[in-house]
């Protein structure tokens, strides 16, 4: 289950998609759209195994909410909004992306939003390095195939390798185990452990040994053939 603080509002049942009425977007609580929202109602809750046929615009990557730029939505394909579309392509597969960025905010300590929940979940007060493991936590208890993982986090290392080096090295350990043995990583697992107040340096270790490993699968090649010592 994808947790409130890194929902979108245009997955909540608040939300108003009123442009082809007139241009505008309105959530029926008042709030301006953001996320981390205490009134987040999921109004795909009971459609996330259905058939691709009945899918909603909302969670599609040709989407685009443009209401706080031009009072406007937008399909990439130019298609009125609507079901049944043939060029679906389901957005969850680059969900990723939106939470090594938050990961990158919390652990540079450009934002607190959201950390209220957070720190209430874990009953503690927690840095910004902790922040960033209990949002990638988040990630990687969506349950999503592997392959969007690694495909990801092979187009987007170079742009946080500086700001964010110790996931880097964690991401990147779980990425060789995967090229050299065909492993999958216990990520979930590992930032629980994290979380547990296990030291990252031990648990990187820990990723090389194998001692994360979820069985064998189909490997997916890096783009990159770094290995770490």
Same mark, same amino acid.
């Given at each position: 289950?994808?947790?409130?603080?890194?929902?979108?509002?245009i #997955?909540c049942?608040? @939300? =108003?998609?009123r442009g082809e009425? %007139? $241009?505008? *977007?309105v !959530? &029926? +609580? /008042?709030?301006?759209?953001e996320i981390a929202?205490?009134?987040?109602?999921d109004k795909f809750?009971?459609?996330?195994?259905?058939?691709?046929?009945i899918?909603?615009?909302? #969670?599609?990557e040709n @989407? =685009?909410?443009?209401?706080e730029i %031009? $009072?406007? *939505?937008? !399909? &990439? +394909? /130019?298609?009125r909004?609507?079901?049944?579309c043939?060029?679906?392509k389901d957005?969850?597969?680059?969900?990723?992306?939106?939470y090594?960025?938050w990961?990158?905010l919390? #652990?540079?300590?450009k934002?607190?939003v959201g950390?209220?929940s957070?720190?209430?979940?874990?009953?503690? +007060?927690?840095s910004?390095q902790e922040?960033?493991?209990?949002c990638?936590?988040d990630?990687?208890?969506?349950?999503?195939?592997?392959s969007?993982f690694h495909?990801?986090?092979?187009i987007?290392?170079?742009?946080?390798?500086?700001e964010?080096?110790?996931i880097s090295?964690?991401f990147?350990?779980a990425l060789?185990?995967?090229?050299?043995?065909g492993?999958r990583?216990?990520?979930?697992?590992?930032?629980e452990?994290l979380?547990?107040?296990?030291?990252p340096k031990?648990t990187i270790e820990?990723?090389l040994?194998?001692?994360y490993?979820?069985?064998?699968?189909?490997?997916?090649?890096?783009t990159?053939?770094k290995v770490l010592?």
């Open positions: 289950m994808i947790r409130l603080e890194t929902r979108f509002c #997955e049942e608040n @939300f =108003e998609d009425i %007139d $241009g505008v *977007v !959530c &029926a +609580k /008042g709030h301006r759209p929202c205490a009134d987040f109602k809750r009971d459609m996330r195994k259905v058939n691709l046929k899918r909603l615009c909302g #969670e599609c @989407f =685009e909410d443009r209401g %031009d $009072g406007t *939505v937008l !399909c &990439a +394909k /130019g298609h909004p609507g079901v049944s043939e060029d679906f957005r969850l597969v680059d969900i990723f992306y939106l090594i960025y990961a990158y919390y #652990e540079t300590g934002t607190d950390t209220e957070f720190e209430s979940r874990y009953l503690r +007060k927690l910004g922040l960033a493991y209990a990638l936590l990630y990687f208890e969506l349950g999503l195939d592997d969007y495909r990801c986090w092979n987007v290392r170079k742009n946080y390798e500086k964010l080096p110790m090295k964690i990147d350990a060789q185990r995967s090229d050299l043995h492993e990583t216990d990520l979930k697992k590992v930032f452990d979380l547990s107040f296990k030291k031990e820990k990723i040994k194998g001692d490993r979820r069985g064998s699968f189909v490997r997916f090649k890096s990159s053939q010592p």
